[in-house]
């Protein structure tokens, strides 16, 4: 007897401008299963699911759930309605409250006789939830104070609270991304009997250990295609991964150094050995002069966290860390690591930028001490520093003045790294700078860093997550996963196709 289809996608199409998202996606998600949905960043996965919950319009293409075909607009409501539930990589949790507060923010509080919370009810009811998921924590805890797996679990048990689980439709976004090996078995139990009680599971996953653990079908897109999908039983780990890491006819990469081109490390820019943070581990590494270095890894490998141990802005477990000449083994904090000659930028765009302020205001902060005079600080020299930033950078519009706030999202970016750029740093920790812009501003960032390393003998430790740019403008590239170095690509080795298939090698690579 065939098996009932929970969950249709019939030929999704997405288009953002010029920019085509998903191409004709189909997926049938059956009742009773867990259906795994693979693809590196920029796959289309995100689009399809932001669709699948309402935030999204699709352009084209039909959403069936349980034989009800969805309008090409609905709320998220409707999808709530039809007991489709979702759990993001941001859990959503607010750190301050209890578990049994947590559970029932969405309005599900249980009522006394007159009307009120019923506390006594509603820590039983929790109880119940939690035990359902097998999650180890009190209803009285607070959230600020459980370990990442309770969190996630504590998460799917809010997403099913309310549902019938054998008619449920649970999405499942990167669920054990951050969590460590050993409790990853934790969720794929829960997961496991989720399905064996009749839910239709769609799991997120980088973990291909995990896909065939728990999986019964798999999806894979690429450039938002469907380029494979297969009973779990007739593939392989290596077909998968081939997959994955098949090229692409759709996206091309564009101004690609030439490996024969790629410059040559010079001295040691940046020495870590046997780093220690909370998810990094042992880790050692060398960032030479005149060296683009990317670092790239699935969600949770610990590559953010790298780039903030470095900085000072997360404490050192245990290590030491050398710039230039200059080691040491307790905590950096970010003006030692000024003074050493390192900058950084963070992920969050707005965190190293003051929006309300100008151009020039923005670009003297982290050099402010070159900025004095004779009568303090030298507006001139302010805004001479300000127009070079301005025009090395291609920021537009060519204002120096001009609030940041005000800037599209790729000038804003120009702005948080020229003001770097220009203090000739010994190195440069960039996190994802390329993040949600544009690709005329990736070109401009790209040509400028490529500058500060053949011109001035810098050095850049490019954090990245987007597989596509890294072989475009990287000199070399590690891999991390669960807070090692899996692999290392440089020279001809280093293109899209063996970065792919090294960041799911083995299925080692932490999602």
Not at 204 to 224: K, P, S, Y
Not at 289 to 296: K, N, Q, S
């Amino acid at each position: 007897m065939a098996q009932r289809i929970s969950l249709a996608v019939d030929g999704l199409v997405k288009n953002f401008g010029a920019t085509q998202a998903l191409r004709g996606v189909t997926m049938n998600v059956n009742e009773g299963s867990v259906h795994a949905l693979l693809g590196h960043n920029g796959s289309g996965k995100s689009t399809l699911i932001k669709i699948l919950a309402g935030y999204h319009v699709r352009d084209a293409g039909r959403i069936v759930i349980h034989d009800v075909a969805l309008p090409r607009e609905f709320a998220s409501n409707v999808v709530h309605s039809a007991g489709v539930r979702f759990v993001h990589q941001d859990l959503g949790l607010v750190g301050n409250l209890t578990v049994a507060e947590n559970l029932a923010l969405r309005g599900n509080f249980e009522r006394s006789r007159c009307g009120g919370i019923s506390w006594a009810r509603q820590k039983l009811a929790t109880q119940l939830s939690l035990d359902r998921v097998g999650a180890r924590c009190d209803p009285d805890q607070t959230i600020s104070n459980l370990g990442p797996v309770d969190k996630t679990l504590l998460t799917i048990a809010r997403a099913i609270q309310d549902i019938d689980v054998a008619q449920g439709i649970l999405i499942l976004d990167e669920p054990t991304a951050r969590l460590p090996q050993s409790e990853v078995g934790r969720v794929l139990d829960l997961v496991r009997s989720l399905r064996d009680d009749g839910a239709s599971i769609v799991l997120v996953t980088h973990r291909l250990e995990e896909v065939f653990e728990v999986a019964d079908f798999v999806t894979v897109l690429q450039d938002g295609e469907r380029i494979f999908a297969d009973d779990i039983t007739a593939t392989t780990p290596e077909e998968i991964r081939s997959a994955i890491a098949s090229n692409s006819s759709t996206r091309l990469a564009v101004s690609e150094v030439p490996p024969d081109q790629r410059v040559r490390s010079g001295a040691p820019a940046l020495r870590v050995r046997g780093l220690q943070g909370l998810n990094i581990r042992d880790l050692d590494l060398e960032l030479h002069a005149g060296e683009i270095l990317a670092v790239t890894g699935t969600v949770g490998s610990g590559r953010s966290e790298l780039g903030r141990l470095v900085y000072g802005l997360q404490p050192i477990v245990a290590g030491s860390i050398a710039v230039g000449d200059v080691a040491f083994t307790d905590h950096m904090d970010p003006k030692r690591a000024r003074r050493l000659g390192l900058g950084y930028t963070p992920q969050e765009r707005g965190a190293g930028l003051s929006m309300g302020d100008a151009i020039d205001d923005n670009v003297a902060l982290p050099s402010m001490r070159r900025m004095l005079g004779a009568l303090g600080v030298s507006k001139q020299r302010i805004g001479k520093m300000a127009r070079s930033v301005v025009e090395d950078m291609s920021i537009r519009p060519a204002d120096e003045r001009l609030r940041v706030g005000l800037l599209s999202g790729g000038n804003q970016q120009k702005v948080s790294i020229g003001k770097w750029v220009k203090l000739s740093c010994v190195a440069l920790i960039l996190d994802e700078p390329l993040q949600g812009i544009d690709v005329g501003a990736k070109a401009d960032i790209m040509a400028a860093l490529r500058d500060q390393v053949t011109q001035r003998g810098g050095a850049i430790l490019w954090i990245e997550s987007d597989a596509e740019l890294i072989p475009q403008y990287a000199d070399r590239v590690i891999v991390l996963a669960r807070g090692k170095i899996v692999g290392e690509l440089a020279g001809n080795e280093l293109n899209r196709k063996n970065l792919l298939y090294m960041l799911y090698a083995d299925g080692s690579a932490a999602a």
